[in-house]
């Protein structure tokens, strides 16, 4: 009985220790684990225009003779219009023009009333009027800067 055992312990291990007598399904999944990506790139390069599976066309004689055309002769010899030589510019002659009188910004004065127009900001009539915001709110009691009515009158002050 013992030789029995010893019989089956050799086989099993002479089963394991060649390669090639188990694994078939294994081996046949690897194989096809490698192989279909082949096949997939080879489908698609099929797909694209320009390329086959056959031989490729510069190998194959062609009976039209040679492909390589050149320029054709140009009829006129002038270049074109893009590339002609620029003409003179006219220059412009000396026209006297009469200066108008410099016109004098007027100057905001300090003191008097200011008219709240469209768009007008404090902060633009105070600069306008070279005044603090500060004291054009403390001369005219405003609560909020930021809520001027159009065609409110405002008192400018002088200092």
Do not use: C, F
Not at 15 to 38: I, K
Not at 52 to 70: E, R, V
Not at 133 to 143: E, L, R, T, V
């Amino acid at each position: 009985m013992q030789a029995a055992r010893e019989s089956k312990v050799s086989k099993k291990r002479a089963g394991s220790a060649t390669y090639g007598s188990s694994g078939g399904a294994e081996r046949l999944v690897l194989g096809l684990a490698l192989l279909l990506p082949l096949a997939v790139i080879v489908l698609a390069l099929a797909q694209l225009p320009g390329t086959s599976l056959a031989s490729p066309s510069n190998l194959i004689p062609s009976d039209t003779g040679p492909t390589i055309s050149k320029r054709p002769i140009s009829s006129n010899g002038a270049p074109p219009p893009t590339l002609a030589p620029p003409t003179a510019t006219p220059r412009a002659t000396a026209t006297p023009v009469a200066l108008a009188a410099p016109v004098a910004s007027p100057t905001p004065q300090k003191g008097g009333t200011y008219t709240v127009q469209p768009g007008d900001e404090l902060k633009h009539i105070a600069a306008d009027h070279n005044v603090s915001i500060w004291k054009i709110i403390a001369a005219n009691d405003i609560p909020n800067p930021d809520a001027l009515k159009i065609g409110q009158e405002l008192k400018i002050p002088s200092e």
